[in-house]
């Protein structure tokens, strides 16, 4: 029974979160990423909790949306005004050292009237609760334990380690946003192309169509007149009437014709 009881409190021990004098401590904060849909002539604003005496980074890009800009303001818990940007495509900003507070984000797209923006952004905290946590436990160690090992080499390479891991997810998530606005930019362009190249074949395809009514109206004009053919002893005088397309041939031209047929031909010879 002792033994059940041992292990159960082992297991409670190791389950539950540790309680100081003044009861549960706050939970850590965590680092966060967001993206959300900006309507236009809208403005949305989001509310972060931060720690006393910690570092608050945050970064923001227009990855959607006509001209890839937006408005953005940062306030304290205070109510102070950090930072104020109009009409950007991205930013970063870090306030070193925080105050004990809720900070507001805020996105404005007031300026669009039309076109709604996708918008991403991140949030990194760098709180020194961490390295109390540590400090603690160092403390805890026996010295005699800590002969053969050198802690502070491993913390330092701990912390090294850990600052380099969440830089690098940092840079992805970074760099994600970029393909994201990127390939929304392409898709966009694309869209526009076959739009106006579906629109050229459609106006090239009416002007055909409406070019064989006018051919075959033009070509319903009359032209009478005669044409002097030479036969295999005989002139043949033809006459075209091109309203039923017929041919009228006349074997034996008139005295009249004939003589100005020759006289056509002593013209043309002097020339």
Known sequence: ?????????????????????????????????FTFLLPAGRKQCFYQSAPANASFETEYQVIGGAGLDVDF???????????????????????EPTEAGDYKLCFDNSFST??????????????????????????AVEPEEMLDVKMEDI?????????????????????????????????????????????????????????RPVAAAGGGSQAGGGLLMPGTGKE?????SCEDSHFIERKEPSPSAQRGVGSVRGLVTEL
């Open 236 to 240: 043949t005088w033809l006459q075209c």
């Open 114 to 139: 039309i076109s709604e923006k996708l918008v991403f952004f991140e949030l990194i905290f760098d709180s020194l609760q961490d390295d109390e946590e540590v400090e603690g436990w160092a403390e």
């Open 155 to 211: 913390k330092e390479s701990i912390e090294t380690m850990k600052t380099r891991l969440e830089r690098s997810i940092q840079m992805l998530t970074l760099l994600r946003a970029f393909e994201a606005r990127d390939r929304n930019l392409q898709e966009g362009n694309l869209e526009r192309v076959n739009f106006w190249s579906a629109v050229n074949v459609a106006v090239l395809l009416l002007v055909a169509v409406l070019q």
């Open 73 to 95: 303001t940062l306030e304290s818990p205070q109510g102070v005004l950090l930072v104020s940007e109009s009409r950007k495509a991205d930013g970063m900003h870090t306030v």
């Open 1 to 33: 029974m002792m033994a059940a009881g041992a292990a159960l409190a082992l297991a409670l021990w190791l389950l539950l979160p540790p309680v100081g004098v003044g009861g549960a401590g706050p939970p850590p904060i965590q680092d966060g990423e």
